[in-house]
């Protein structure tokens, strides 16, 4: 089991851990081995690393577009921040990469529009690659800039992130088995609609900015 803001400290400091947990929430609901498919989408997530890197190199083979991890870092960012199918859902090096992503949008966010509203491309430049997609509404009638800043309101103070383990069944239910009890899963984050493609205040928030101070 691991802390999530203890894990955004060590691996990601160049971004505020609030908006971390937002940003990692929206995307990938705290899997580590989630997988995005731009245009598509897996019939079910991996629930272990090898499963993920199985499905890696085999959508990779067909050609397709696709995110990985905590942070959805999309395959062309992987030789960008050293990283490859079989590193790039660790959930630190994962962290590294997107946090990188994020503060590299930041920073050419500012000279194009400003500190007042480059969190918001920010986000958007993470999202899509550019400053004004983010901003459109695409699912369930929502933006991905509204979807993070709702995420960061609800943000808590601790959330694990803890790897699925897979169950192995007996052949047979134990013979001297009393009852069966019924329990209900909750169901898994599914991961984000469309990954980002490109790599990547003034006290003064904005209107849809729940953070107050989105990056350090």
């Not at 990283?83 to 990469?97: I, Q, R």
Request: proline residues 6%.
């Amino acid at each position: 089991m691991m802390d999530f803001a203890l894990l955004a400290q060590q691996c990601a400091p160049n971004v505020h851990p609030t908006t971390l947990q937002a940003l990692v929430r929206t995307e990938s609901g705290f899997n580590p081995f989630a997988i995005g498919v731009v245009g598509g989408h897996l019939k079910r997530q991996p629930k272990t690393l090898d499963e993920a890197v199985a499905t890696a190199r085999a959508l990779d083979a067909q050609g397709l577009n696709f995110s990985m991890g905590l942070g959805q870092v999309n395959k062309a960012n992987l030789s960008r921040y050293g990283l490859t199918y079989e590193t790039v859902f660790d959930m630190c090096a994962n962290l590294k990469a997107g946090s990188g992503i994020l503060h590299d949008c930041y920073s050419r966010a500012v000279p194009a529009v400003g500190k007042n509203a480059a969190v918001g491309a920010a986000l958007s430049c993470y999202y899509s690659g550019n400053f004004t997609r983010g901003f459109k509404a695409d699912f369930k009638g929502t933006s991905y800039v509204q979807r993070v800043a709702a995420n960061a309101a609800q943000a808590a103070p601790s959330v694990s992130v803890v790897p699925p383990i897979p169950v192995v069944l007996d052949s047979a239910p134990a013979k001297k088995a009393v009852r069966r009890q019924r329990v209900a899963s909750p169901a898994a984050g599914d991961g984000k609609n469309e990954s980002q493609a490109a790599a990547q205040s003034e006290p003064k928030a904005e209107s849809w900015d729940a953070f107050g101070d989105f990056i350090k």
